[in-house]
């Protein structure tokens, strides 16, 4: 099974115009996750130019691990997790451990919570 599978349909262009992963200086939020990003903290910055703006998007290597794994064609800033919850629900938890292991340990327990809640759904839905 291939990991790289959430279908996008990305309809503008957003051009990268520089990514760095620098070390936190202060605390910031990661744009997918929201959860905070420690200063000592490598994260993944990025500068983009979409629709005439400039905006900068700071990303937990968690959430950066689950884009490169997950994501092949595309991705929209901050919708990655729910993105990535609804296939797995698509394709009823079923993701494979090789998928798993190329994870970072945090960017694994998201997804294999996210397993366990689709699995537990379908438990739910089968027993009425």
Known sequence: MECATVSVYVDDYCRTLREEQPTARKQHKCNECRRTIEAGEKYNREVSLYDGDISTYKTCLDCMSIRR??????F??????WMLRDHINEIYGDVSESCLA??????????CEMVEDCWEDIDDDEEV
């Open 69 to 74: 794994e997950f994501f092949s064609g595309g």
């Open 76 to 81: 929209y800033y901050g919708d990655t997790k």
């Open 102 to 111: 190329s994870l970072t340990p945090g960017a694994r327990g998201m997804v």
